[in-house]
């Protein structure tokens, strides 16, 4: 009886643990289709992808164990010169004034990016933006159900789509009048 407490704080661990692993194995299920998807419609268009985020990350950790977090696409674009270090075409940019012509390419893929904007008005701006350089536009975001997403301080939104369109929550503020929703035309969403 004496150990049934440590039996229950260690149980409830591990299934907290078990649901989080399999959240995770579906975020990284999703973000992998998405960007084969968008590497497809931009090679059937015959017209380069964009990488918006770069695939390393701003973590050391990825670089040491040789894990991007994605592939690399034709051209990446990043606020930082970390994740797109050691890339051929990598550009230092924001993503609310990318520095390319109007639908300059097939596809382009943006993974774990609108969460990090400060305001709904920002990842508005982005989405029209990343629209406006592509054809299609494919986006990978954390999921609702991941605790780390959640806590994350860097995450000032809550991305998540359904029927092809994207909604936008500030967090942190209550109330469904917060949300908006966008819809871009993506091929194969």
Known sequence: MAYLPIYLVAAIFLSVGGWQLVVWLGEVGDKN???KAASAYASEKNKPMLVAGG???NKSARRWFNMPAHGRGDVCLDINH???QGHPCGVIATVTDIPFRHKSFGAVFASHLLEHLPTVADAEKALAELDRVAE???IAFPSRHSIAGWLMPGHHL???????TTFLKQRGRPG????RSITIEAAGE
């Not at 809550?158 to 092809?164: D, H, L, M």
């Open 136 to 138: 299609a536009v494919y």
């Open 176 to 179: 469904a009048e917060n949300v």
């Open 33 to 35: 289709r998405k960007f």
């Open 158 to 164: 809550r991305v998540w789509q359904k029927n092809g």
């Open 55 to 57: 695939p390393w990350g």
């Open 82 to 84: 970390r994740p797109i």
